[in-house]
Nanobody
Framework: VQLQASGGGSVQAGGSLRLSCAAS????????MGWFRQVPGKEREFVAT????????TYADSVKGRFAISRDNAKNTVYLQMNSLKPEDTAVYYC?????????????????????WGQGTLVTVSS
């Protein structure tokens, strides 16, 4: 399984970026997908997640209304559109995959609930 995150970069506060995460080696529509982020010296924190069909999403309070997660199952890719970026959004962003292994799928917001992780992409927001 490989999750390849891309789209990070440097942007000024108020700007936008779109992250992508291309998945391979798994049956993508069978996985919920999430985005997390980590600042050096701090724990990795939840950002957003989307269910296996793309029908349901949930967000961390800190990004609600500014970020949007989406997926294209035909392209095995999940996206994170980030608008109105703030300096405190600066972090390495990771995508993660959670296998749907029950009839009812619950959106996952904790690291340990995810099965696979990508390598991360750096987002730097300057003031």
């Amino acid at each position: 399984v490989q999750l390849q995150a891309s789209g990070g970069g440097s942007v000024q506060a108020g700007g936008s970026l779109r992250l992508s995460c291309a998945a391979s080696g798994l049956i993508f529509p069978s996985y919920g997908m999430g985005w997390f982020r980590q600042v050096p010296g701090k724990e990795r924190e939840f950002v957003a997640t989307i269910d296996f069909r793309g029908a349901r999403t949930t967000y961390a309070d800190s990004v609600k209304g500014r970020f949007a997660i989406s997926r294209d199952n035909a392209k095995n890719t999940v996206y994170l559109q980030m608008n109105s970026l703030k300096p405190e959004d600066t972090a390495v962003y990771y995508c993660a995959a959670d296998r749907k292994d029950s009839v009812i799928y619950y959106l996952k917001t904790r690291e340990y609930e995810y099965d696979y992780w990508g390598q991360g992409t750096l987002v730097t927001v300057s003031s």
